[in-house]
């Protein structure tokens, strides 16, 4: 059974930093390619970031790029999103995902809170 459980959210002030988790179960996590989504407040899905399994390559959106850094640790079967220089616009709802064959993402993680607020 695939599972993933992230952890690392929380309250912090704008500028700060926080390191979000996602310890993955059930499958070969290295040979997936894998992201972090977001829900704010009374919005859609937004897609944040991607790295990819074997090849490790990543990729952000505009609104994250410099600031968010995606990683994984293939022999703890991790995923990290390290957030720098938190915005408010950053509070979010943030999901750990994994993709599929096709790309889409098939199996999600239960999210964990992240809210950016002095």
């Known amino acids: 059974e695939v599972q993933l459980v992230e952890s690392g959210g929380g309250l912090v002030q704008p500028g700060g930093s926080l390191r979000l988790s996602c310890a993955a179960s059930?499958?070969?996590?290295?040979?997936?390619?894998m992201g972090w989504v977001r829900q704010a407040p009374g919005k859609g899905l937004e897609w944040c970031s991607a790295?990819?399994?074997?090849?490790?390559?990543?990729s952000y959106v505009d609104s994250v790029k410099g600031r968010f850094t995606i990683s994984r640790d293939d022999a703890k079967n991790t995923l990290y999103l390290q957030m720098n220089s938190l915005k408010p616009e950053d509070t979010a709802v943030y999901y750990c995902?994994?993709?599929?064959?096709?790309?889409?993402?098939?199996?999600w993680g239960q999210g964990t809170q992240v809210t950016v607020s002095s």
């Open positions: 995902a994994r993709a599929g064959a096709e790309g889409e993402y098939e199996y």
């Open positions: 059930g499958f070969t996590f290295s040979s997936y390619a």
């Open positions: 790295i990819g399994g074997g090849d490790g390559v990543t």
